[in-house]
């Protein structure tokens, strides 16, 4: 049974930092892209960012490029959201996802959340200002 668990969200000021983290088991981690989506209240789930399945190549929204990184620890099997110069329109759920195919390389279809198979529970985020 696959299981990914995120941890790390909470309470910041605008302009602070977070770095969440999603722990995964179940299935060999390293073979698959993992991706971080968020979804505010009354709006949809959106794409965050996502790393494939080597860690080598990572892609992310316009919305959060150049404040989020998106890493990962094959040896743990975790996978990172660090979060820089936060917003208050960053103030979300953020939930991690793990990719239905092997060895995905397509961003286009890994900004798609149907293209996830597995998801954690999700990690309150909420930036003041």
């Known amino acids: 049974q696959v299981q990914l668990v995120e941890s790390g969200g909470g309470l910041v000021q605008a302009g602070g930092s977070l770095r969440l983290s999603c722990a995964a088991s179940?299935?060999?981690?390293?073979?698959?892209?993992m991706g971080w989506f968020r979804q505010a209240p009354g709006k949809e789930r959106e794409f965050v960012a996502a790393?494939?399945?080597?860690?080598?190549?990572?892609y992310y929204a316009d919305s959060v490029k150049g404040r989020f990184t998106i890493s990962r620890d094959n040896a743990k099997n975790t996978v990172y959201l660090q979060m820089d110069s936060l917003k208050p329109e960053d103030t979300a759920v953020y939930y991690c996802?793990?990719?239905?195919?092997?060895?995905?390389?397509?961003?286009?279809?890994?900004?798609?959340?149907?293209?996830?198979?597995?998801w954690g529970q999700g990690t309150q985020v909420t930036v003041s200002s």
């Open positions: 790393i494939r399945w080597s860690g080598a190549n990572t």
């Open positions: 996802a793990s990719d239905r195919q092997v060895y995905g390389t397509n961003w286009n279809r890994m900004t798609q959340a149907q293209e996830y198979d597995y």
């Open positions: 179940g299935r060999t981690f390293s073979y698959y892209a």
